[in-house]
């Protein structure tokens, strides 16, 4: 039983972090390509969404009070983030930082997770991006036809032709009737299943080009949000009356069920939580950095500091521009740019959100990828996962294996389901690392650490408490998914892993060394 508890020894971590040639990962990325893929991870249909309903259904004006309590909620796990990455700079992320503190069975749980996280999380946002560039298209006069339609949504679910545009039943004002509406049923999701495979083939020829790539997308959508900015404050400044009427009260009071007051600002922070998943995939590229030591820190406080205070200035300026109570829509940052006369405010939303989800695809994939070649690696799984292209510098057949599977899942299912399960292997996963920096600072107080988290242990218990605390919160059904998902899980551990696992290896060797030599 203890050895399902073996620890993998720091010098064989420090060992894999200086390997070097062809059979390796390529050390090509520098504090900007990790603070971009920060951000490409986390600002994307979240900012254009959740700022509007968290606003609208629990704090008011106050929901940039409910950022700023996300933001230091993923404040206490990103410290621990960083300090494991600066000790530890391998790709594994929680993973390797689990086999390195907890043990093999703990890092093993870990990473089966962070499959929900990214693999899925994947999936699950390509579907949604297939749903913008539809709205994209449908903006300037591209509506597909029929034939075409049934290739735009999952099999099996019916879309009605409406003004003009196709949409779901879910869709249409409740009660509407559907008689006589052109409809059709879709087959499969080819939006989503091309851009998946266009992403998969950029991850395998190269980090530094995917890197290049995201920073590009990143570009695009934040200038989209800085449109928003300039437009939204020069509005306010020579309308300052508005923004003290839709400001006032700043907290509205409480109606006793969780709906603005104090409890609402709470309440809207659990809402918005969800907008920062993701930041732990910077963690994933430390094998890829030239200094991971001083630069992965940067790359993930940097990303979750830049992000936050976007999203505090955002939802202030559009509770500024419209009444709180009239932002529950699904795009109500378009509607606050065409409040202040900008009509194109729908297309440049749309804009946005394809940008914002096309990089975080991209740096989900890349997470996934990265985790499972570190698991190959210590033998836990087979080891052509962790083969790398001798020219790209890629583990390139676990990124096309991956890329095909996300690809027919965010096809063929219908995964919004899954957005509950994600969260919940996300949270999982700010536990484990919080408790294992903890852990690590009472086994190993001097070992060196080029960041270190301040206020241990009060840091990572905050971290810790408060991402159990989001788990209990999620709904019953996602827990029993989510339990059913460890079980196959540990089905494979059990049945795979504890047999090829080096560290199981080397601990069995060392005995029958010691027999050897007693002889």
Known sequence: ???????????????????????????????????????????????????????????????????IVAGITCAFAGLCYAEFASVIPIAGSAYTYGYATLGELVAWIIGWDLVLEYGFGAATVASGWSGYVMSFLEQVGLTPSPALARWTTTWGNTLYFIHGQWVSATALVSGASTAGLPHVTGSFVLIAFVAILAVTAVLVIGIKESANLNSAIVFVKLSVIGVFLVLGIGFLLHHPHLAKMNWHPFIPPSDGHGHFGIQGIVAGASSVFFAYIGFDAVSTAAQ???????????????????????????????????????????????????AIGAGWGVFMVDVGAIAGLASVMLVMILGQTRVLYTMAKDGLLPSWVSDIHPRFRTPWLVTIAVGILVAFLAAFFKIAFLGELVSLGTLLAFTIVCLGVWVMRVRQPDHPRPFRTPWVPFVPIAGMLISASLMVSTDLPAKIGFGIWLVVGLAIYFGYSTRHSKVQRSLKAEPAAASTGQD
């Open 288 to 338: 890829e950095a030239r200094n991971p030591q001083k630069d992965m820190p940067i790359g993930i406080l940097g990303s979750l500091i830049i992000c936050t205070v976007l999203y505090i200035i955002v939802s202030g300026l559009l509770t500024g521009i419209k009444p709180y109570t009239s932002l529950n829509t699904p795009a109500p940052v378009a509607d606050g740019a065409a």
């Open 1 to 67: 039983m203890a050895k399902l508890f073996a620890v993998k020894p720091f010098s064989a971590l420090r060992n894999e972090a200086v390997e070097e040639g062809e059979h390796t990962l390529k050390r090509s990325l520098g504090p900007v390509n990790l603070i971009t893929l920060g951000i490409g991870a986390i600002v994307g249909a979240g900012i254009f969404v959740l700022t509007g309903q968290a606003a609208a259904l629990y704090a008011g004006p106050a929901v940039a009070l409910s950022f």
